[in-house]
């Protein structure tokens, strides 16, 4: 069982098992040292971002099943990668974001006024 905390300072929930995500499959935004592209942040994904994701060279919507990726749609909560989020928020395409599932090691990357901002829950 993880101690992780989220951004709230609260214990880390569960953001999505089906689609099962996470860096490490396990349906957390759970992050460790192999995960190089801190997959951090649980959001609700929308078309909005899977079209800036895609134009950036990252096709999220694709299936890709020798990796064990389903290709996501909108409505799906994913971890996603912290300067990936920022990025879009940016861009004003940031998807909305579930607090209580994302890891507080997006306060690396992000600030917590934005997160707030596009929070779900």
């Known amino acids: 069982m993880s101690d992780s905390k989220n951004v709230l300072g609260g214990k ?3 953001c999505c098992m089906d689609p099962i995500t996470g860096f490490y499959r396990d349906g957390c935004c759970e992050t460790g040292p192999e995960d190089r592209g801190a ?3 649980c959001a609700q994904i929308t078309p909005a971002f899977l079209n800036f994701t895609r134009d950036r ?3 999220l919507s694709t299936p890709m099943p020798m990796f064990g990726f389903p290709g996501l749609k909108p409505g799906d ?3 996603l990668c912290a300067a990936r989020w920022q990025e879009a928020f940016e861009m004003g395409a940031a998807p909305p ?3 209580s599932a994302t890891h ?4 690396n990357y ?3 006024e934005d997160l707030k901002r596009h ?3």
Do not use: K, T
Not at 104 to 107: G, N
């Open 110 to 112: 992000v600030a917590i």
């Open 104 to 107: 507080e090691a997006a306060l």
């Open 57 to 59: 060279g990252n096709d």
């Open 39 to 41: 997959h951090v942040v």
């Open 77 to 79: 909560r994913w971890c």
């Open 97 to 99: 974001v579930i607090l």
């Open 12 to 14: 880390l929930e569960s």
């Open 119 to 121: 929070a779900i829950d």
